[in-house]
């Protein structure tokens, strides 16, 4: 008989199994972290402010997808010039949070060994929506393979108030 049993009564665990065996109970005691805060981003990921695009991760599930959020705020340097008096997140660090989104599930993949995921390409990539300051960018992204324990594609998408803000394949190669 399994019976289900919270580890954490934080969000940042997901449950895990009690089994019993005739008179001995056996306790499976490994748990599975479902969100991140952004001091643990940075302990998976290399980049740093003013790059580091993500704040959270509030969903995770191990080697298939995290969901990520941003917030945007008008204090970030890249609205200086983009664009004065009409501040627009430029998509290339839209797509950039998405692969950071990303660079969460494959990091905790056991092929990625303490290796580095960087961007190979690109690919369907289209933007629906603007994204300006005071905004919340969600981003879910999503592994749709991974060969030769090098190289992975992702979707992802980003959403903010539940509209659809961008969309595409991501592709990333393990560099060591």
Request: proline fraction near 6%; charge should be negative.
């Amino acid at each position: 008989m399994s019976i289900l049993t919270q580890v954490n009564s934080s969000d940042r665990t997901t449950p895990v199994s009690t089994e019993q065996q005739g008179t001995n109970e056996t306790t499976i005691t490994s748990e599975i972290k479902t969100t991140f805060t952004s001091e643990e981003i940075q302990q998976l990921l290399p980049h740093r402010y003013p790059f580091l695009l993500i704040d959270k991760i509030i969903d995770y599930i191990p080697s298939k997808k995290a969901v990520g959020i941003k917030n945007v705020t008008v204090n970030e340097p890249c609205f200086q010039g983009h664009f004065p008096g009409r501040p627009l997140m430029p998509g290339v660090l839209i797509v950039e949070a998405m692969a950071q989104v990303g660079g969460i599930v494959l990091t905790q993949m056991p092929q990625a060994e303490g290796g580095l995921f960087v961007f190979a390409g690109i690919d369907k990539v289209r933007f629906r929506r603007q994204v300006i300051p005071g905004d919340q960018l969600v981003m879910t992204v999503e592994l749709l393979w991974v060969k030769q324990r090098r190289f992975g594609k992702m979707q992802g998408i980003a959403e903010v108030d539940g509209q659809l803000a961008c969309e595409g394949e991501l592709m990333f190669s393990l560099v060591n």
